[in-house]
């Protein structure tokens, strides 16, 4: 499997934009996890979906967020408009449950988003 | 809602010497698993090694183990036998098993440099 795949890898974007970032989890996973890495906040989880349906937003900073998952091979999280501090780079990890408590999360590479 | 904290923002380590991270996390829980990421330069998320709660053994990864304090709620990395590659951020991690979900709770992180 190729892991967790996130496009772009890099964007950047003038304030007042719309961006969008994309996830592919690993087949078969179905909890995929959308978190924000800043050098002020560290890593914060933003929104997990399980079986497609999100069940926790509360880490969604405002309104400007959101997030789908329309399928189980593909989410997408959408910030417009795009602000200077939405700057950070966003992970997207899944995991699959399985019988046993342990699920280990697979990050992908991450989207480096600089808002200018 | 649990906290995980890691007091030291770097640490250095001369090549093959052993060196040891620090993880404090405040839970009400009695089960849960802990967590150690490595995030190299290339900000992949890797998985380094993780501890269940109601294991009293130490989980120990070739040069990598823990000391896991229950009671003081402690849960530091030991890395033996320093080596160049072992150069990234280190991130601390608290996972509970008490929702549907397996999110983690991440702690700031420690910047661990090797010198040769």
């Known amino acids: 499997d190729a892991g967790v795949i996130q496009s772009p890898r890099h964007e950047v974007t003038e304030m007042g934009q719309e961006v969008t970032l994309r996830c592919k989890p690993i087949s078969g996973h179905d909890y995929l996890f959308w978190y924000r890495q800043t050098m002020m906040r560290g890593l914060e989880l933003l929104i997990y979906f399980n079986n497609n349906v999100p069940i926790d937003d509360s880490g969604m900073p405002e309104d400007r967020f959101s997030a789908k998952m329309p399928n189980a091979s593909f989410s997408t999280l959408k910030i417009q408009p795009s602000e200077p501090r939405d700057s950070a780079v966003y992970f997207c990890?899944?995991?699959?449950?399985?019988?046993?408590?342990?699920?280990?999360?697979?990050f992908g590479p991450g989207t480096r988003l600089t808002v200018t | 809602a649990q906290t995980v904290t890691q007091s030291q923002p770097e640490m250095s380590v001369q090549e093959a010497e052993t060196v040891t991270l620090s993880c404090t996390y405040d839970?009400?829980?009695?089960?849960?698993?802990l967590f150690w990421y490595k995030q190299p330069p290339s900000r992949q998320m890797i998985l380094v090694i993780r501890q269940e709660a109601y294991k009293q053994q130490n989980a120990t990864e070739n040069r990598f183990s823990v000391n896991f304090q229950k009671a003081a709620k402690s849960f530091s990395l030991k890395i033996s036998d320093s080596q160049l590659g072992d150069a990234a951020m280190y991130f601390c991690a608290y996972r509970t098993l008490y929702n549907a979900g397996n999110m983690l709770t991440f702690g700031g992180g420690t910047r661990l440099m090797v010198k040769p």
């Open positions: 839970t009400s829980e009695s089960d849960y698993y």
């Open positions: 990890a899944s995991s699959s449950h399985s019988g046993s408590s342990f699920s280990e999360q697979y």
